[in-house]
């Protein structure tokens, strides 16, 4: 019902086509991408950019009103030069997803007529989703620096949204954003007291360099935390194996149990990969959290070190802002002596 801003400007949609299934969008318009807190990180938005490459709807609101609307969300694609389609019946379209899997697509824009046979052989030849390189896309060019407290979390950027900054930043750290391939002797240079491996798209073995920089971190017992893509890298790092889903998680109602305390937490997610189930047991893992519904892996623990990974998004936005407490986990691993 709400979070498309959060979800289309969220990195890991990066090269997606999203639809979303409830019917109406756009009622409450998109806030002003200028707005940002004292620390220079933007309040609602999760990237500098749209990154989704295009958005199906089935009812797109032309009017809309919210107390810190700037403009419609038409207006924002418009600018932002993303097409978008309505009129869709979206949920039978999500039944086919669901059926098939995911599946190549096209969003052709066009003050012609299109030739859709055309289409159809451009994405026969087109660059599959499993191929694309996304890191030089979603990745930051450099380091970025956000705070000014005495203590530093780096975070290793995959595609980190803007709400990973600002939950680090809330439990009292500075938050030193560092491209995906950094060296570790670089990383440690900033002697941080933990480090997060963020969020991102695609496929975890495309990132080798942020593999062997997460082999080190466990080796040497940096108090480390994976989030999403970073909870796949952190997992083959400690001899686990990872695997495409047949049509991903997405979405801000999915249940997790906590296997500590056997709660479920309603969480959001965002991804296309998961960690196999079976290779746990060979691993340097304990299962922390697993899927309600298909029983996949959504969080594990290291046996030894001061390591944890989560599958969901625990910096939420969009909501449900259940899992938070996993920046807390973070913390007392980092002050724990």
Same mark, same amino acid.
């Given at each position: 019902?709400?979070?498309?801003?959060?979800?289309?400007?969220?990195?890991?949609?990066?090269?997606?086509?999203?639809?979303?299934?409830?019917?109406?969008?756009? +009622?409450?318009?998109?806030?002003?991408?200028?707005?940002?807190?004292? /620390?220079?990180?933007?309040?609602?938005?999760?990237?500098?950019?749209?990154?989704?490459?295009?958005?199906?709807?089935?009812?797109?609101?032309?009017?809309?009103?919210h107390w810190n609307l700037f403009m419609t969300l038409d207006e924002w694609m418009h600018n932002e030069k993303i097409p978008g389609i309505s009129g869709i019946d979206t949920r039978e379209l999500t039944k086919k997803l669901r059926t098939g899997g995911v599946m190549m697509a096209a969003l052709v824009v066009s003050d012609s007529e299109i030739?859709?046979?055309?289409?159809? &052989?451009?994405?026969?030849?087109?660059?599959?989703?499993?191929?694309?390189?996304?890191? /030089?896309?979603?990745?930051?060019?450099?380091?970025?620096?956000?705070? /000014?407290?005495?203590?530093?979390?780096?975070?290793?950027?995959?595609?980190?949204?803007?709400?990973?900054?600002?939950?680090?930043?809330?439990?009292?750290?500075?938050?030193?954003?560092?491209?995906?391939?950094?060296?570790?002797?670089?990383? &440690?240079?900033?002697?941080?007291?933990?480090?997060?491996?963020?969020?991102?798209?695609?496929?975890?073995?495309?990132?080798?360099?942020?593999?062997?920089?997460?082999?080190?971190?466990?080796?040497?017992?940096?108090?480390?935390?994976?989030?999403?893509?970073?909870?796949?890298?952190?997992?083959?790092?400690?001899?686990?194996?990872?695997?495409?889903?047949?049509?991903?998680?997405?979405?801000?109602?999915?249940?997790?149990?906590?296997?500590?305390? +056997?709660?479920?937490?309603?969480?959001?997610? +965002?991804?296309?990969?998961?960690?196999?189930?079976?290779?746990?047991?060979?691993? /340097?893992?304990?299962?922390?959290?697993?899927?309600?519904?298909?029983?996949?892996?959504?969080?594990?623990?290291?046996?030894?070190?001061?390591?944890?990974?989560v599958q969901f998004h625990p910096e939420a936005a969009p909501g449900p802002y259940d899992c938070k407490f996993i920046f807390e986990e973070l913390k007392e691993l980092m002050e724990k002596q």
């Open positions: 019902m709400v979070g498309y801003t959060e979800a289309l400007t969220d990195p890991s949609y990066n090269g997606q086509i999203l639809t979303l299934t409830y019917p109406l969008v756009g +009622n409450y318009g998109v806030p002003d991408p200028t707005i940002v807190d004292a /620390d220079g990180i933007p309040k609602f938005f999760e990237s500098d950019k749209i990154q989704a490459r295009g958005l199906v709807v089935h009812e797109l609101s032309l009017t809309a009103s030739n859709v046979d055309d289409v159809k &052989m451009q994405l026969k030849s087109a660059t599959h989703y499993d191929s694309e390189q996304f890191m /030089d896309d979603v990745s930051t060019k450099e380091e970025k620096i956000f705070g /000014d407290a005495e203590n530093t979390v780096v975070v290793i950027d995959t595609g980190a949204k803007h709400a990973i900054l600002r939950n680090i930043r809330d439990i009292g750290y500075k938050v030193v954003l560092l491209p995906w391939n950094t060296p570790y002797e670089k990383i &440690m240079s900033y002697n941080p007291k933990g480090i997060v491996l963020s969020s991102g798209p695609g496929d975890p073995q495309k990132c080798p360099d942020t593999i062997d920089t997460a082999k080190k971190l466990i080796e040497d017992n940096i108090p480390t935390l994976g989030i999403c893509l970073g909870a796949q890298i952190i997992g083959i790092a400690g001899n686990t194996e990872t695997y495409k889903l047949k049509y991903g998680h997405r979405g801000q109602n999915k249940p997790c149990v906590n296997l500590e305390n +056997n709660q479920v937490y309603v969480t959001s997610q +965002n991804h296309g990969y998961g960690i196999t189930p079976e290779s746990l047991e060979k691993s /340097d893992f304990n299962l922390w959290f697993t899927n309600a519904d298909d029983k996949t892996v959504e969080g594990i623990k290291h046996k030894t070190k001061k390591c944890i990974a």
